[in-house]
């Protein structure tokens, strides 16, 4: 059988995306409970670190310790990923030693190029382009809370980046309404946009995309790597702040999520942080439990050998 990796949403199924978030939601409660379950007893995930993160290595070190195996952490300097040696040469390499790999990078297309080469399976952790696996953490998070999100609205108040387009992934895969609000100039890959326009509409008012959604969620104006754009940014995106004021247009059950971190006073609130409304915490933990899903999902052949 062919390997599978998991490079964004539209690498599985909405049946199998499904699967992941039940699963997700099983394995939580199984943590909750004490229970061991340890699948993956001398396996090992190689973690390839171009960019730096906190929730992505804590969940992913912890998801592998739970499950009884090992999580290596590889920086830019413990590599020569992309440096003096072809990135077909290093997934080779990485892929003959290892059970799966997690690279969390800038280029989309250094993860596309790396599991084309690789043996074993490939997640991505977030490129500048997509953030698949928080997506997941994200649909769970609404699962437990709000039941099932298809039918929904959902509204994306910010930036058109890597996040944003994963909703738009999202929003097909998981069957909802997604609304986008960002100033011009900002919008999000108008070819993603167009190949889900039955679904996904871009506007400018953050009171016109709030309007019915169930789901609200924006993340920080300038990405990691756009430090030098911060102070434009922080005059383009005036007005695309989520607070109790945004929410309160929003439907009555409406949840806010953030992927974090948060720049509180920027792109939300200190006061929206702290709402009931605000799930961001919860949407955190679950980082963990829905990509111990995905690996275990990802490594099924290996488990039944």
Known sequence: MSTRHFLTLLDLTPDELKHLIHRAIELKQMRNQGVIYEPLKNRVMAMIFEKASTRTRVSFEAGMAQFGGHAMFLSPRDTQLGRGEPVEDSARVISSMVDIVMIRTFSHDLVTQFAAHS??????????????????????????????????????????????????????????????????????????????????????????AVAGASLVVTDVWASMGQEDEQRQRMREFRGYQVNPELMDLADKDALFMHCLPAHRGEEVSASMMEDPRCVAFPEAENRLHAQKALIEFLLQDLLQS
């Open 119 to 208: 043996s074993v399976p490939v997640i991505n952790a977030l490129t500048d382009d997509f953030h698949p696996c928080q997506l997941l953490a994200d649909m769970q998070t609404f699962h437990e809370l709000r039941g099932d999100i298809r039918g929904s609205t959902v509204a994306w108040i910010g930036d058109g980046n890597n996040m944003c387009h994963s909703y738009i992934n999202a929003a097909r895969q998981f069957d909802f309404k997604l609304n986008i609000a960002c100033p011009e100039g900002f919008e999000p890959n108008a070819e993603l946009v167009q190949r889900n326009a039955d679904r996904v509409s871009v506007m400018e008012a953050p009171e016109d």
